[in-house]
């Protein structure tokens, strides 16, 4: 009953190094998610997935970006990590987008960039 | 722009009392809303959710209840145990608005903290 994965859990990264945030979800869902978590704060989306095939921008995409690889996959990628990205990054994915479907989300990737 | 806010950011409450968590949305047009309870080192967990045409909805342990009027949310747990203790939040979905439309709007969390 695995529902969505992301890896790595934990990571450090040095200014200027890059990365990729793994996800995959097993409930056959369309749409997916990756939202980051900062102290004090409720999530903020950073990219979504409609659909197989469609990315779009959330509130903050600066600095990201995102594949859709198949309708189970969605990786978020660091191409510069800069301090202000250390955050938790979360993946989620629901049904669809429109219809006010659940979103289950994964376990959670915290990520330090010194 | 439309927000998503809680009244109180910590609560805390003893064992076997009933805990009431509130929100505040600024958006008349969103018409589904949902609860999450987040766990240390975790991510979000679905407790309930509830649609526009309804003012009210129960799980097991859990209520939430809507008020259109004065566009407030809130999470009532029965029973409140040492478990229920996490940060809740609320989340809005937007309906027509620019190019958030569909996507979910968080608030920034309660703390509740369930003393034995």
């Known amino acids: 009953n695995a529902g969505v994965t992301q890896t790595p859990k934990f990571q450090v990264l040095k200014t200027g190094q890059s990365m990729t945030l793994q996800c995959a979800q097993d409930m056959n869902h369309n749409s997916m998610y990756w939202y980051r978590q900062d102290p004090g704060m409720g999530l903020r989306l950073i990219y979504y997935s409609a659909s197989e095939g469609t990315t779009d921008k959330g509130e903050v995409p600066n600095g990201y970006n995102v594949s859709r690889l198949n309708k189970r996959e969605f990786s978020l990628r660091l191409e510069s990590a800069a301090p202000s990205q250390t955050s938790v990054y979360f993946c989620?994915?629901?049904?669809?987008?429109?219809?006010?479907?659940?979103?289950?989300f994964g376990e959670g990737s915290w990520l330090t960039v010194v | 722009g439309e927000s998503v806010g809680l009244h109180l950011p910590t609560l805390s409450v003893q064992e076997g009392d009933n805990s009431i968590i509130n929100c505040a949305y600024s958006n008349s047009a969103s018409d589904y809303f949902i609860w999450y309870k987040q766990e240390s080192g975790k991510g979000p967990q679905f407790i309930i959710d509830i649609r526009s045409n309804m003012d009210k909805r129960q799980g097991q342990r859990v209520t939430v209840l809507l008020n259109k009027t004065v566009k407030h949310l809130s999470l009532q747990i029965a029973a409140t145990q040492p478990g229920d203790s996490a940060v809740y939040f609320c989340a809005e979905k937007g309906s027509n608005y620019g190019g958030s439309q569909g996507n979910l709007i968080f608030g920034k969390g309660t703390k509740l903290s369930v003393k034995p």
């Open positions: 989620a994915s629901s049904r669809d987008r429109l219809s006010g479907n659940t979103i289950y």
